[in-house]
């Protein structure tokens, strides 16, 4: 979520945001999200709602890789006693990814309306 919030401050802060998910997620999934982020960063310099965008393509990551954990543990059974903190990280993932997604249609919305009227 925090990565969602900066990515509101600029273009630069979403491309730092972008190539640190790259950086750090190691998988071709994280490296899609990264490069996805920090394309919308660069064309947010030139179409500025894009900056949202890439805001809410963050915070959907977040939430589709908490969603896909909660389904290996579901398979794998609770014996591994890294079980439940894995699984509370990755529902804390989901809800703040959540929140990240409604604030982001929020201030979409807010874009949008003050365009048209």
């Known amino acids: 979520m925090l990565g969602s919030a900066l990515i509101f401050i600029g273009g ?3 491309i ?3 190539a640190a998910v790259i950086g750090l997620g190691g ?3 994280f490296r899609i999200l990264g490069i996805s982020i920090i394309v919308l960063a660069v064309l ?3 179409i500025g709602p894009l900056r949202i965008i890439a805001s ?3 915070a959907g990551g ?3 890789k908490g969603f896909e954990i909660l ?4 398979a794998e059974g609770k014996g591994d006693p890294d079980w439940q903190p894995t699984r509370e990280r990755a529902l804390l993932g989901i809800v703040l990814g959540g929140v990240g997604l409604v604030v982001n249609a929020i201030w979409l919305t807010i874009i949008l309306l ?3 009227l």
């Open 16 to 18: 730092g945001v972008g």
């Open 56 to 58: 809410a393509v963050l």
């Open 12 to 14: 630069a802060v979403a």
């Open 71 to 74: 389904s290996t543990l579901a």
């Open 27 to 29: 998988t071709k999934y």
């Open 62 to 64: 977040v939430m589709w």
């Open 114 to 116: 003050g365009i048209v």
């Open 44 to 46: 947010s310099y030139f």
